[in-house]
């Protein structure tokens, strides 16, 4: 059809009568808003016969399948040829005076629209959490342009598209409020080498900037920094080259580094504010000295193989999922998922799947109430062991909610290498991600280690040795990161059983509290898979050396 050349004509249609109302195009079709009548090019003849009613495009409500019929046009005011338009599929609909007066932007491979009723009337047709132009990229290329708003968008690829003849991924968040799309869409997001945020520079757009910084990585992000308030502001005031230099000239996210004394004071009186939570009453001992588990502190547990390691940590799952209303992360690389649910709804039932076989209609109960409420998040690894993609789960598993994350164990986390790097390098930079991960949400991490192997001529730590920190196998990174370290040990060979089941405890480490020494252990039931504390006097000595 193209532009409308001629307007305010007499309908060709009899019936009609209108004297004004019928625009003729410059491909001498003309349409009637009337009657809603479409007439062939045919000037000055009535075709009666031929006549037909218009098309979707000027129907004020449409459906999905109306939407796939509207044309494509370009928009001459905003710098977008029809040519950008027609990659995304952005659709258009016009109004009684022949000119565009809607928007309809494809989201989730054209099940959704995002309707514009020009200038900024928004409403949805199958409402997406979804990113605009998603579907038109595949994952994993070298830099991926995220902007607030589908023209935005559109000026981003317009630009690519006149330098480079070719569209390079770019997609828009379908507001600065949107950050769900830029969650649920995460892992497709960071499979690029680099991304780019291209947010307005208002204070909405700044607040969103932020916020995409913390769930997409600060690894990933770099800042676009933009003359105008917008992408499209600067391809319209400037030209492409202009727009594209702020997309090469994104640098890496720096956060402020000096804090004033107001700021300080804050931080200081947010950090005083800071709630502990208590661990089980099985572990009083370890309550008698570091006073809880705080958010943004890392807890490592250290014992010889067999010695409870993982038996303490669902102790401490169970009451936090009994006494908060929190999530929780677990991340277990040495039992399936299904083996750790099985043992956590066997606690809770008081009984051991390993003494007996559970009825799974009572296994049920206990299962229920574990995970019931949807508060437990495991991470099925399938036997593949990686630590960035690791290390991205947790991080996901903070952004939806978790508060205490439990990873068993760092040993083997890092024993495959990390980023082409293993041993002490590998283990540092999987420290330091995690540091950097109970600080930016922040959250608490319970995390086991494994031991060194005892020096020949002495107790082993499966008979009873209670390990030091330099017993702590790998990289001195993680003691020096970890806030606590608790160490305890049990002797698996003594002849008693009570003596067996007794985990003796001691606290290497406190950064809180600065208070270390043996404390009251544990005792191990077997009937229940449960364990109990141990009132007797606290005895410096377990074992003789």
Same mark, same amino acid.
């Given at each position: 059809?193209?532009?409308?050349?001629?307007?305010? @004509?007499?309908?060709?249609?009899?019936e009609?009568?209108?004297h004004?109302?019928?625009?003729?195009?410059?491909?001498?079709?003309?349409?009637?808003f009337?009657?809603?009548?479409?007439?062939?090019?045919?000037?000055?003849?009535?075709?009666?016969?031929?006549?037909?009613?218009?098309?979707?495009?000027?129907?004020?409500?449409?459906s =999905?399948?109306?939407?796939?019929?509207?044309?494509?046009?370009?928009?001459?005011?905003?710098?977008?040829? &029809?040519?950008?338009?027609?990659?995304?599929?952005?659709?258009?609909?016009?109004?009684d005076?022949?000119?565009?007066?809607?928007?309809?932007?494809?989201?989730?491979n054209?099940?959704?629209?995002?309707?514009?009723?020009?200038p900024?009337?928004?409403?949805?047709?199958?409402?997406?959490?979804?990113?605009?132009?998603?579907?038109?990229?595949?994952?994993?290329?070298?830099?991926?342009?995220?902007?607030?708003? %589908?023209?935005?968008?559109?000026? =981003?690829?317009?630009?690519?598209?006149?330098?480079?003849?070719?569209?390079?991924?770019?997609?828009?968040?379908?507001?600065?409020?949107?950050?769900?799309?830029?969650?649920?869409?995460?892992?497709?997001?960071?499979?690029?080498?680099?991304?780019?945020?291209?947010?307005?520079?208002?204070?909405?757009?700044?607040?969103?900037?932020?916020?995409?910084?913390?769930i997409?990585?600060?690894?990933?992000?770099?800042?676009?920094?933009?003359?105008?308030?917008?992408?499209?502001?600067?391809?319209?005031?400037?030209?492409?080259?202009?727009?594209?230099?702020?997309?090469? $000239?994104?640098?890496?996210?720096?956060?402020?580094?000096?804090?004033?004394?107001?700021?300080?004071?804050?931080? #200081? @009186?947010?950090?005083?504010?800071?709630?502990?939570?208590?661990?089980?009453?099985? #572990?009083?001992?370890?309550?008698?000295? #570091? &006073?809880?588990?705080?958010?943004?502190? =890392?807890?490592?547990?250290?014992?010889?193989?067999?010695?409870?390691?993982?038996?303490?940590?669902?102790?401490?799952?169970l009451?936090?999922?009994?006494?908060?209303?929190?999530?929780?992360?677990?991340?277990?690389?040495?039992?399936?998922?299904?083996?750790?649910?099985?043992?956590?709804?066997?606690?809770v039932?008081?009984?051991?799947?390993?003494?007996?076989?559970?009825?799974?209609?009572?296994?049920?109960?206990?299962? $229920?109430?574990?995970?019931?409420?949807?508060?437990?998040?495991?991470?099925?690894?399938?036997?593949?062991?990686?630590?960035?993609?690791?290390?991205?789960?947790l %991080?996901?598993?903070?952004?939806?909610?978790?508060?205490?994350?439990?990873?068993?164990?760092?040993?083997?986390?890092?024993?495959?290498?990390?980023?082409?790097?293993?041993?002490?390098?590998?283990?540092? &930079?999987?420290?330091?991600?995690?540091?950097?991960?109970?600080?930016?949400?922040?959250?608490?991490?319970?995390?086991?280690?494994?031991?060194?192997?005892?020096?020949?001529?002495?107790?082993?730590?499966?008979?009873? &040795?209670?390990?030091?920190?330099?017993?702590?196998?790998?990289?001195?990174?993680?003691?020096?990161?970890?806030?606590?370290?608790?160490?305890?040990?049990?002797?698996?060979?003594?002849?008693?059983?009570?003596?067996?089941?007794?985990?003796?405890?001691?606290?290497?480490?406190?950064?809180?509290?600065?208070?270390?020494?043996?404390?009251?252990?544990?005792?191990?039931?077997?009937?229940?898979?449960?364990?109990?504390?141990? @009132?007797? $006097?606290?005895?410096? $000595?377990?074992?003789?050396?």
């Amino acid at each position: 059809m193209g532009k409308i050349v001629v307007r305010n @004509q007499p309908c060709l249609s009899k019936e009609c009568g209108s004297h004004d109302a019928r625009q003729i195009y410059e491909d001498g079709t003309s349409f009637c808003f009337s009657c809603q009548s479409f007439f062939p090019k045919q000037e000055g003849e009535v075709i009666e016969q031929q006549s037909q009613k218009a098309p979707n495009f000027f129907k004020p409500k449409v459906s =999905i399948e109306e939407i796939k019929e509207l044309p494509v046009r370009g928009f001459k005011e905003r710098k977008i040829t &029809k040519n950008v338009t027609e990659f995304f599929d952005v659709k258009v609909s016009y109004s009684d005076s022949g000119e565009i007066d809607t928007h309809y932007y494809p989201y989730d491979n054209n099940k959704s629209y995002k309707i514009r009723k020009l200038p900024k009337d928004f409403s949805w047709l199958n409402k997406s959490n979804g990113l605009f132009g998603q579907s038109k990229f595949n994952g994993g290329g070298k830099r991926l342009i995220i902007t607030e708003g %589908e023209i935005d968008a559109l000026s =981003i690829a317009q630009a690519s598209l006149d330098k480079y003849s070719k569209i390079y991924p770019v997609v828009g968040m379908s507001s600065a409020v949107m950050s769900k799309s830029l969650l649920e869409n995460r892992e497709w997001i960071r499979s690029f080498n680099e991304v780019v945020l291209c947010l307005d520079s208002d204070e909405a757009g700044q607040k969103a900037t932020e916020e995409a910084i913390k769930i997409i990585g600060i690894d990933k992000v770099k800042i676009a920094k933009l003359p105008c308030k917008d992408p499209n502001e600067v391809l319209v005031k400037f030209d492409s080259n202009r727009l594209l230099q702020c997309v090469f $000239d994104a640098a890496p996210y720096v956060p402020a580094g000096i804090i004033n004394k107001d700021a300080l004071w804050e931080a #200081l @009186q947010s950090y005083n504010s800071i709630e502990s939570v208590p661990y089980p009453n099985c #572990l009083e001992g370890v309550n008698s000295k #570091l &006073k809880g588990m705080r958010p943004g502190e =890392i807890a490592l547990f250290i014992s010889g193989t067999g010695s409870g390691k993982s038996t303490v940590l669902r102790e401490i799952m169970l009451h936090l999922l009994e006494n908060t209303k929190d999530k929780i992360g677990v991340i277990s690389l040495e039992e399936a998922p299904a083996e750790t649910a099985r043992k956590l709804a066997g606690m809770v039932l008081q009984k051991n799947p390993a003494k007996e076989e559970i009825p799974l209609d009572e296994l049920k109960v206990g299962f $229920d109430k574990v995970f019931g409420e949807d508060r437990v998040v495991l991470l099925d690894h399938q036997g593949s062991i990686n630590d960035s993609s690791i290390v991205d789960q947790l %991080e996901y598993m903070c952004l939806i909610g978790c508060k205490y994350l439990f990873i068993d164990h760092i040993t083997i986390l890092v024993s495959e290498g990390v980023e082409n790097l293993t041993g002490n390098e590998a283990q540092d &930079k999987v420290m330091n991600d995690l540091l950097r991960l109970v600080k930016r949400h922040p959250v608490w991490i319970g995390l086991v280690s494994h031991l060194r192997k005892a020096p020949g001529g002495g107790k082993s730590f499966e008979e009873g &040795k209670l390990p030091s920190i330099d017993d702590i196998r790998g990289s001195g990174s993680i003691k020096q990161i970890s806030f606590d370290i608790i160490s305890f040990a049990r002797n698996l060979t003594a002849d008693h059983e009570t003596e067996r089941n007794t985990i003796k405890m001691r606290i290497l480490k406190s950064r809180h509290t600065g208070l270390t020494g043996t404390v009251k252990g544990a005792r191990y039931v077997y009937d229940t898979g449960r364990l109990i504390g141990v @009132q007797e $006097d606290v005895s410096e $000595d377990f074992v003789s050396l």
